[in-house]
């Protein structure tokens, strides 16, 4: 049973098909989830982080992808969170390259940067140490195909201009990238902190 984020914006993700050439996935132990209590009207998430004296800092994200909820944490403390979609198959981890999965584990990002197609792409860290630690035990079980690399170019991005209504309709269609639309991404963008920011995604 999940527990109902404070704020909830509406929207979701866009499938982008953002992966080159690397895939599998990272973990990390992330801190434990608490929800903040009242619910309350939609508001901005730059005025929230002000209105309630937040340090931004604090921010990571946590991808429930079952939900395909998108939530924003700050001191641990459940702050907002945004429709989103996922990879064309978006159940069970990213083993490799051109699966159109969406990798599970602890991430941070290497960069960011505004997209001439999808707006904004936000770079996951992906693949990172854990990642290929799994992807080596795949391979040695025989899990991963002959020539199939880990994959890569793994990110957070929005969509065309106009093309928000992909995301309202909920349906998984990137190659292993996690699409918001347009204006939720514009919220979380500013507070990006490439190697630092850390986003955990969970099946």
């Known amino acids: 049973m999940r527990i109902a984020p404070i704020f909830l914006a509406v929207g979701l993700p ?15 132990t992330s801190q434990p989830i608490v929800a903040a209590p009242a619910s309350a009207p939609t508001i901005s998430l730059a005025r929230l982080l002000d209105s309630l004296h937040l340090d931004p800092t604090t921010m990571r994200f946590h ?4 939900e395909r909820i998108f939530e924003v944490l ?11 979609v996922l990879g064309e198959k978006p159940v069970g981890d990213k083993y490799y390259q051109g699966d159109r999965r969406t990798p599970e584990g602890t991430f941070t990002f290497r960069s960011k940067r505004v997209h001439d197609q999808w707006h904004k792409f936000i770079w996951v860290d992906y693949p990172n140490a854990e990642s290929w630690r799994r992807y080596k035990a795949r391979q040695a079980k025989g899990e991963i195909p002959a020539g ?7 990110g957070i991005h929005g969509v065309p201009d106009g093309m ?6 909920a349906q998984d269609w990137t190659w292993g990238c996690i699409a918001l639309r347009n204006a939720d991404v514009d919220e979380i963008y500013p507070y990006i902190r490439p190697q630092r ?7």
């Open 63 to 66: 991808v429930d992808k079952s």
């Open 14 to 28: 866009l499938l982008v098909s953002c992966q080159t050439q690397q895939e599998a996935r990272g973990v990390l």
């Open 74 to 84: 700050v001191n641990d403390t459940l702050r907002k969170s945004y429709p989103c």
């Open 164 to 169: 928000d209504h992909w995301v309202d309709q």
């Open 148 to 154: 199939k690399d880990i994959g890569g170019e793994i």
């Open 197 to 203: 920011t850390l986003m955990e995604i969970v099946p």
